[in-house]
């Protein structure tokens, strides 16, 4: 594993690396030095992409830089945001590195909710979100439905599309990558025509809402129309948790919940779960 950049010219092309990963959606890795014994410095770094490569900076030692790339992968599927380990205890046979200390951190674009239906539930879904943090747009086919008259502020991104869903949310979704999606529409044919264009992008997380009857009767279509298998398991449907939710407000929660779930690599199970296994 070679070609990483160590010095001044690395650190100088690493700004622009990480605003690539943002624009296409990406995730990464970047691992900084934090911590060395002298005569060494602390502070070099190393931009390690979702392979494992890394792509841009180094620590002046390729041994290191390609053990890092290797911990960057675990700590990519840990889901955590940062952290910080000592070189022996991902790379032990690096004695002169002993002691020193790598912070991991994952680079990412905001994480965005796309929800497809301002009903409801879906406008609910919308201002749950919104308030938990994601950037959220929200989709509908009546444009008197996403108006600021409904949604007052700038924090949810209101898109009409009168002349169908599927351009409308094709350019929401984008590459998929960091997106999560919520189709809640009004009926069969707008589930079927959203979800045409989002499994085309295949996000990290998409859901559909309604009975068992009426999901199964859209992924059949999609299934006719040619769409795989493999892509239809991801489909959450019906969406959300069970939570026994009744009201509009409470679907937006458990929805929401799963999306969360999906984002962070939990169980949904109830914490207390051990508490009561041991009783």
Not at 181 to 197: K, S
Request: charged share 30%; with cysteine; glycine share 12%.
């Amino acid at each position: 594993m070679t070609g990483t950049d160590d010095g001044f010219d690395g650190a100088k092309r690493l700004p622009d690396a990480i605003a690539r990963v943002l624009e296409e959606g990406a995730v990464v890795v970047l691992a900084t030095l934090v911590e060395v014994a002298p005569p060494r410095r602390a502070g070099a770094k190393v931009l390690v992409n979702s392979s494992g490569e890394p792509a841009t900076g180094g620590t002046g030692d390729a041994a290191l830089d390609e053990s890092i790339a290797r911990r960057a992968l675990v700590f990519l599927d840990s889901r955590a945001e940062a952290q910080t380990f000592k070189v022996e205890e991902f790379a032990p046979e690096l004695e002169k590195w002993r002691g020193a200390r790598v912070l991991f951190e994952r680079v990412e674009g905001e994480p965005r909710v796309v929800v497809c239906g301002a009903g409801h539930v879906g406008a609910s879904l919308a201002r749950l979100a919104e308030a938990v943090g994601y950037r959220v747009t929200l989709i509908d086919d009546r444009a008197d439905f996403v108006t600021r008259a409904r949604f007052p502020g700038t924090g949810i991104e209101l898109v009409a599309a009168p002349e169908g869903w599927e351009r409308a949310v094709q350019t929401s979704v984008g590459k998929g990558r960091g997106v999560y999606v919520a189709v809640v529409t009004r009926g069969h044919n707008e589930d079927e025509e959203c979800m045409r264009a989002v499994v085309a992008a295949r996000p990290d997380y998409v859901g559909m809402i309604g009975s068992r009857r009426r999901t199964n009767i859209v992924l059949e279509r999609l299934r006719e129309s040619g769409v795989g298998d493999e892509i239809l398991r991801e489909v959450r449907a019906p969406i959300g948790l069970d939570i026994g939710a009744v009201s509009p407000e409470e679907v937006a929660l458990a929805v929401l919940a799963e999306i969360v779930a999906a984002r962070r690599g939990g169980s949904g199970r109830p914490l207390s779960e051990w508490r009561r296994a041991e009783l």
